[in-house]
Every structure is written in structure tokens, then in C-alpha cells.
């Protein structure tokens, strides 16, 4: 064989046993299963005797969408159980977990050769009945009376056990008539005309959501429980809460035989609560203006060498109840509103700031509506001596003034004379009131100043008004669970000029930043509180007149 023969038989014997190597590798890899793609997450939401399992960081998305190689079933095995769904899914919501325990969960897909993914696997323990049986639900409080029972939660239903969502009741009362009703962001039941001397059953149905550890259920639940209330009889005695205001009203007994004829009612503007309308079953007619029975309270002062009170009398227009009545204590009046037993209400506007309450029942004419005048004059009863702050504010008043400037139209002259370099007198309400600014958004009044020999020179400073607004002067804090409340409009919103000394001059106090606020004292001080030795060469005088509240 020739050198050139032996070189190719060499050449192929290589080639074919390099080929053979080569398909030795592919061998190797003959009969390997190639997985189907599995689930990316598995996250776990616990609900009522069910949980919901979200399969994919995506979130929950069609099962067209999904794309997971050969995959094209999921399989959820749990408790010896196996759930096949034929689609790829998102999430999953497994049912019929009656069992308060920790189930385990796999979740996998499967090609349709039946090969399996890696699975994804996750513990959780469902929300049961047995679960619910053993809830506790905060208790109401009750309020009888021999003819009706009240059920409130104050604080509300809601707790770290569950969030509460409305309830529905039913009672059954004396007529033996089935009574039923439900509540909403409200939790409180009003029943009348009930059997008194007996034990009436509530049935009651809480819609909830639970939580476990904390964490709402993502479930919506019905909470079944009867509550046994005893009914007084009618000669149980109670507890006034308002028990001057119904001693005025020449209510000496305080049990329910005894108010049982009493049809009509009176109550002050500053009156707390109305509870214990609760207690008067056949009551028709309520008169929350004050009437002819109630005054305006009183507030004393005694310091400085001075006593002085301002209140008393009549309410007057512009004073209004300190904050308005809480909803909670004007509900009983609303309970017998929605029963229909009252036939009149009589109401003087914005004074007790339950108007939105009232509003449903005016049109029918059950709340009359009594409007304020446009304006309303300031009397002495509440002109306040500057001398109940401080002596700093010392100021001699003569009110009525006894020979004020010739004016047309002039109405509770005041004689200011001052006598410190801060001289001031304050226009005040007794505590239980403030300024109603919501009907009345200006004060008005006149001023006559001094001539201009008395305010030149260095006293040119007492050419000019500077009236402060606030809940309570500084002295006082006690007289306020609201905190100072002040604002004013600066020093210099009050000139004089030269030539409206020694003549009735007409001004104005906005009031719009009183809005919102609880203010009651209103301070007119002279001057602006300058610095400097006060000893004028002759009196500084001032009068004012006029001092009124008005809508416009």
C-alpha cells in the first residue's frame, strides 16, 4: 500500500470514531423528562371555611395569558385531597374548609404527558364556625324605661377582634307585633311601646368581617346573638340627667308612672343632653327655645376690688350653646322623631347645632324652625369690666352714660373713661355660650371720640380702637374645655381720624375668623396697649353706642 492510501485509511478511521464519541454524548440525555413551568409565588388569604391562594407575582390575570411551558393543568393537593383545575389559573379559591386546623397546601402544573413542576407549598388555617361560635361581641349599653329600652355601643362595634359593618334586630313588642329593623355606621337600637315588668329577647344580626391575628378575614360574615333586656315596671324610679331643667318644668317624681301624662316639654339653649326624653312616653311637644321658663345662665367675676355679672335674661339671639350638642346626646330626641310620637319641635336656629339632624322633619312642619332677627343689640348684661382680668385694664364705665353726646338713634350708651394706659372693657357671654357667627357675621356699633387736644402729643396712640376676639380672657382658662381661641385684626384696623373726633362714628367688626371658633369675649381696649407713663393733662373720654350683631 502506497504512502498516499495509508494517510486516507488513517484519515477515516478517525472520522468514524469521532462520530461514534459524538453520538455517545446525545445517549447520555436519551429518556430525561423536561418539567412543565411552575407557579411563581403562592400567597395565602384566609376566609370563611375557605382561602383564596394567588399563584403569580403578575397578580390574578386570565388563564389565556398564562404562559408556563407545557404546563396546562394545576393541581392543588391539601389534606389527603387532590383538586384538579384544567387550565392554568392565577389564583385558586378553595372551599368547604370546615375544620378550625392548619391545612397544607401544593400547588403544581402538569404537562399533558401528566410530568409535574416543582411544586409551591403553603400552610394556612381558615376563619370557621367554630371560630365564630366563640366571638365575642362588645355588649350595648341599655336604658329602660316600663314602656322602652335603648341599645347603643358608644365606642362602636368595631375591636381588634372585627370590623363591624351594620346590624340587623327584631323585638317583639307588648301588642305581640314582630318588630324589626337594621343599622348601619349607627350601632343603636330604639324599641318602644315594650311589655314592662318583663324580660323582651332581641334578636340581633352583626355583619362583620373577623380577623385572626389582628388581620380582617377577606370574608363578610353573619354574627347571630339574642340579648334578654328587663323591662322596668312603670314604678321603677330613674335618674334625671338634666334634673334642674325638669324640675322646672314642675317634675317633682322621677319615675315613669308619674311623668306618663306629661305631653310637653321645655329645655334652655344650654342645655347638655336630651336623654331623658327617653323616660316620658307620651310626650308630643318639645320646646327647645327656652321658652318662657329658662334664663340665660350667669357668670360672676370678683377680682381686682370689683364683682361683676354678665347673663341672665332672656337668650339673646347672638349667643348660641358652646359646640354643638353631641349627635349622642340629641339622639333621643331623633328616636322619637323617627317613631312618630312628637307632633312639635320647636327649634331656634343654629342655638344648639343639631340642625342637620331637625332638617329631615321641617318641611312636614314637626320642627319649627324659629329664625333670627337681622340684628340684635348688645345690652348691659354683658358690657364686663376690664378690672376682672387685671388692674392693668382699669377703666372707669358709666353705663348708661347719664349725659352722653347729642346722636339720633342712640341705644345703651357706654362712658369709657380710661384710667391705665390699657384701659379696656370686654362685651361677654357666660361660659355655657358663644357667638353665634354663623347668623351673625358683623358687629356693629358707634364710637364718639375724645376732642384733639386730649389724644395729641404722645397720647395720639389713643386715637385708635383695637378690639381682641377669644374664647376666654387669659385669667380665666377654667371657663373653657376648648383652649384660647384668640384673633384680632392688628392694632391700627380702627383709627379715628382728626376729623371724626368728638362725632358718632359708624364701624364695622368683620367676624369670619371667628368661624369655627369658640369665642365668647370680645375685648375693646383704647390705644393699642402703648408703652408709656399714662397721666394724661386731661381725661380721655370715649362713649359707644350701638353695639350690635347683624346678618349683613
Known amino acids: 500500500m502506497d504512502q498516499k492510501k495509508y494517510l486516507l485509511l488513517i484519515l477515516f478511521a478517525c472520522v468514524l470514531f469521532s462520530c461514534g464519541k459524538m453520538y455517545d454524548n446525545i445517549d447520555q440525555y436519551t429518556g430525561e423528562t423536561v418539567y412543565p413551568g411552575r407557579y411563581d409565588t403562592i400567597v395565602g388569604h384566609v376566609g370563611f371555611e375557605r382561602v383564596e391562594i394567588d399563584l403569580m407575582k403578575a397578580g390574578r390575570i386570565a388563564s389565556k395569558d398564562i404562559r408556563l411551558g407545557k404546563a396546562v393543568k394545576t393541581i392543588i393537593e391539601y389534606d389527603n385531597k387532590e383538586m384538579v383545575i384544567d387550565s392554568l389559573v392565577s389564583w385558586v379559591n378553595i372551599t368547604g ?13 402538569i404537562d399533558d404527558l401528566g410530568n409535574k413542576s416543582v411544586p409551591q407549598e403553603i400552610a394556612l388555617i381558615p376563619y370557621t364556625e367554630s371560630d365564630l361560635a366563640s366571638l365575642v361581641v362588645q355588649p350595648p349599653q341599655v336604658l329602660t324605661s316600663p314602656a322602652s329600652a335603648v341599645l347603643s355601643w358608644p365606642s362602636g362595634l368595631s375591636s381588634i377582634l372585627l370590623d363591624y359593618y351594620g346590624l340587623q334586630y327584631a323585638y317583639t313588642d307588648k ?6 329593623g337594621q343599622r348601619a355606621a349607627n350601632p343603636r337600637i330604639f324599641a318602644a311601646n315594650l311589655p314592662s315588668g318583663t324580660t323582651v329577647n332581641f334578636d340581633i344580626k352583626y355583619k362583620i368581617i373577623p380577623k385572626t391575628n389582628g388581620t380582617p378575614i377577606i370574608d363578610t360574615v353573619e354574627f347571630a346573638q339574642t340579648l334578654p333586656v328587663v323591662v322596668p315596671t312603670g314604678s321603677s324610679t330613674f335618674a334625671p340627667a338634666e334634673q334642674a331643667i325638669l324640675q322646672a318644668n314642675n317634675i317633682t317624681q322621677f319615675t315613669a308612672d308619674a311623668v306618663a301624662q306629661i305631653e310637653k316639654l321645655t329645655f334652655p339653649v344650654h342645655t347638655t343632653t336630651l336623654q331623658d326624653l327617653f323616660y316620658f312616653s307620651n310626650l308630643k311637644e318639645i320646646d327647645l327655645t327656652g321658652g318662657t321658663i329658662f334664663n340665660m345662665t350667669q357668670t360672676t367675676y370678683n377680682a381686682n376690688g370689683i364683682t361683676d355679672v354678665i347673663g341672665g335674661g332672656a337668650i339673646a339671639p347672638f349667643a348660641r350653646r358652646v359646640g354643638d350638642m353631641p349627635t349622642s346626646n340629641a339622639q333621643y330626641l331623633i328616636d322619637l322623631l323617627e317613631s312618630g310620637t312628637l307632633t312639635k319641635v320647636k327649634y331656634l336656629s343654629n342655638s344648639m347645632g343639631i340642625d342637620n339632624l331637625l332638617a329631615p322633619y321641617i318641611q312636614s312642619g314637626i320642627v319649627e324652625l324659629v329664625e333670627k332677627p337681622e340684628e340684635a343689640l348688645v345690652d348691659f348684661r354683658f358690657l364686663l369690666d376690664g378690672l376682672a382680668q387685671t388692674s392693668a385694664w382699669k377703666m372707669i364705665l358709666e353705663a348708661p352714660a347719664a349725659t352722653p353726646p347729642a346722636g339720633t338713634g342712640l341705644e345703651n350708651v357706654i362712658k369709657a373713661t380710661l384710667d391705665s394706659k390699657n384701659s379696656s372693657f370686654a362685651l361677654s357671654l357666660p361660659k355655657e355660650y358663644e357667638f353665634d357667627v354663623k347668623n351673625y357675621k358683623y358687629l356693629k356699633f358707634r364710637v364718639y371720640g375724645p376732642p384733639k387736644s386730649s389724644v395729641s402729643g404722645s397720647y395720639a396712640v389713643y386715637q385708635k380702637l383695637w378690639p381682641r376676639i377669644m374664647n376666654y380672657m387669659w385669667a380665666y382658662n377654667g371657663e373653657s ?34 368661624v369655627g371658633k369658640h369665642n365668647r369675649v370680645i375685648v375693646m381696649n383704647i390705644g393699642g396697649e402703648p408703652s408709656l407713663t399714662f397721666n394724661p393733662a386731661t381725661p380721655i373720654v370715649y362713649y359707644f353706642s350701638n353695639f350690635r350683631f347683624t346678618k349683613n
Open 97 to 109: 374548609l370546615e375544620l378550625s386546623k392548619l391545612y397544607r397546601f401544593r400547588v403544581y402544573t
Open 175 to 180: 301588642n305581640g307585633i314582630r318588630r324589626e
Open 481 to 514: 374645655t376648648y383652649g384660647q381661641q384668640y384673633w384680632d385684626l392688628g392694632k391700627d384696623a380702627f383709627s379715628i381720624s382728626d376729623a371724626n373726633l368728638q362725632t358718632w362714628v359708624d364701624m364695622t367688626l368683620p367676624l369670619a375668623q371667628a
